[in-house]
Nanobody, 126 residues
């Protein structure tokens, strides 16, 4: 059964760093679009970053220059390096795989992703 398991969340002060990991149950992360999303209380889930099969990452404007998405295909693991964290980055973070296993990333909407992890909480104090 396909599973995505996030880890690495926690509480940090503003300006700090965290690295999130997403372990996949199979060797598919290299073959399809993968993404990180986040959802703060009372807000809609929003795209943070995506990475298609062939590379070429995309980021939300709010995290450009601070966050970096990457993957290690040998470990079937997706990462999100988060630097210069701000209080507004506080949210539950989720990794996800494309709904149709497409190698490219089709838009920013969470509806394009059909496989989700359980999430890991990131709390940034100012």
């Amino acid at each position: 059964q396909l599973q995505l398991v996030e880890s690495g969340g926690g509480s940090v002060q503003a300006g700090g760093s965290l690295r999130l990991s997403c372990a996949a149950s199979g060797n598919f992360i290299s073959m399809t679009c993968m993404g990180w999303f986040r959802q703060a209380p009372g807000k809609e889930r929003e795209r943070v970053a995506t990475i298609p099969s062939a590379g070429g990452t995309t980021y939300a404007d709010s995290v450009k220059g601070r966050f970096a998405i990457s993957r290690d295909n040998t470990k079937n693991t997706l990462y999100l390096q988060m630097n210069s964290l701000k209080a507004e980055d506080t949210a539950m973070y989720y990794c996800a795989a494309d709904r149709y296993w497409r190698p490219y990333c089709s838009g920013d909407s969470s509806s394009e992703f059909g496989f989700w992890g359980q999430g890991t909480q990131v709390t940034v104090s100012s």
